[in-house]
């Protein structure tokens, strides 16, 4: 008789969403076979894609698929770095990002209705993601997409499979591909300083304004010093500004004016950027239950 341990019965929680009871009779039945004891919650609770859909989904993959002038961008997320190896989730992340670029659906509800058929699921690419999530048993979801399509080319550069970046550029493919991986490294918010949002600029100058305070200079040099500090951050964050990775002898704008090359625009994609991320304390969990169990007595 296998020994059912605790870290057992959680990894198939994490795995089924079930009650964990119900997970340690799934277990004990199962003599510890995971595989079996999942088949076993499948049988006595239903769909695991029902009760996995509420989940939160910070981990996951950004892919880009080049077709013609058209270049597409996607994230696509899931509960676990683990299932961020799955071959079928990897899959399913390259078959949206070539349906974006083959397609060019306005919505994720647009792309989602697309013809797709992948693992024996389908006929929509929503089919297959629902399909996935029963079978792997974690919910997944497409998170976001940008598409670039129009007078100029796209380029695209992807760092592993957690960020990614689209580049929109006229002239030469090699320097706006470069650009796409100082992109990745320096992570700017805009391409000129003038194009940095507002509200960025305001938290940066109530920052400056909180340290030059404290300085006990006179308000004419505190002024100063803050219009120093904001200067010194939008040419931080404006790519055209910044150091080239390659070359720090030269600003990105200056690399490209050499090459002969514009950039238009840029996307970046980070995986799981701005989600909150769910972090389970099994051991509270298991001690709330008994707390529970006791009052109930």
Same mark, same amino acid.
Do not use: W
């Given at each position: ?17 079930? =009650? ?6 799934? /277990?004990?039945?199962?003599? $510890? ?7 076993? *919650? ?22 880009? &698929? ?6 597409? @961008? ?17 899959? /399913? ?6 349906? @974006?670029? &083959?397609?060019? #659906?306005?919505?994720?509800?647009? @792309?989602?209705?697309?013809? %797709? ?5 389908? =006929? ?12 792997? $048993? ?18 695209? %550069? ?7 970046? *689209?580049?929109?550029?006229?002239? !030469?493919?090699? #320097? ?11 992570? #700017? ?28 200079? #006179? ?8 219009? $120093?500090?904001? !200067?010194? %951050?939008?040419?931080?964050?404006? /790519?055209?500004? +910044? ?12 690399? *490209?004016?050499?090459?002969?090359? !514009? ?5 970046? %994609? ?18 709330? +239950? ?8």
């Amino acid at each position: 008789m296998a020994t059912i341990t605790a870290s057992m019965v959680a990894e198939l929680r994490a795995k089924t969403d079930a =009650p964990m009871m119900e997970c340690k009779k799934a /277990l004990t039945e199962s003599d $510890g076979d995971m595989v079996k004891a999942e088949e076993i *919650l499948r049988v006595k609770l239903g769909s695991k894609a029902g009760k996995a859909a509420s989940r939160v989904t910070a981990e996951g993959v950004v892919f880009a &698929h080049m077709h013609g002038q058209t270049g597409a @961008l996607i994230e696509v997320n899931c509960e676990t770095d683990f299932v961020t190896k799955n071959d079928s989730f990897l899959a /399913l992340a390259k078959g949206a990002a070539e349906l @974006l670029a &083959h397609h060019q #659906p306005q919505s994720l509800e647009a @792309l989602s209705a697309l013809a %797709y058929s992948q693992d024996g699921f389908g =006929p929509t690419l929503e089919d297959v993601r629902k399909g996935l999530i029963g079978k792997i $048993g974690e919910n997944m979801s497409f998170r976001r997409f940008k598409i670039i399509s129009g007078a100029h080319q796209v380029t695209s %550069y992807l760092h592993g499979t957690r960020i990614g970046v *689209l580049v929109e550029y006229s002239g !030469q493919e090699a #320097p706006a591909r470069d650009v796409a991986m100082h992109v990745a490294a320096m992570k #700017p918010v805009a391409l000129t300083s003038a194009e940095v949002p507002a509200e960025l600029i305001e938290r940066e100058k109530s920052v400056a304004a909180a340290k030059a305070a404290e300085s006990g200079k #006179p308000a004419e040099i505190v002024q100063k010093m803050i219009d $120093g500090a904001v !200067q010194k %951050y939008l040419k931080e964050v404006s /790519l055209f500004d +910044q150091t080239f990775v390659k070359n720090d002898k030269q600003t990105v704008e200056q690399m *490209l004016k050499a090459a002969n090359t !514009q950039v238009k625009s840029f996307t970046m %994609y980070v995986v799981g950027e701005g989600i909150e991320k769910k972090v389970d304390d099994f051991a509270a969990e298991v001690a709330a +239950q008994v707390a529970a169990a006791k009052q109930a007595h």
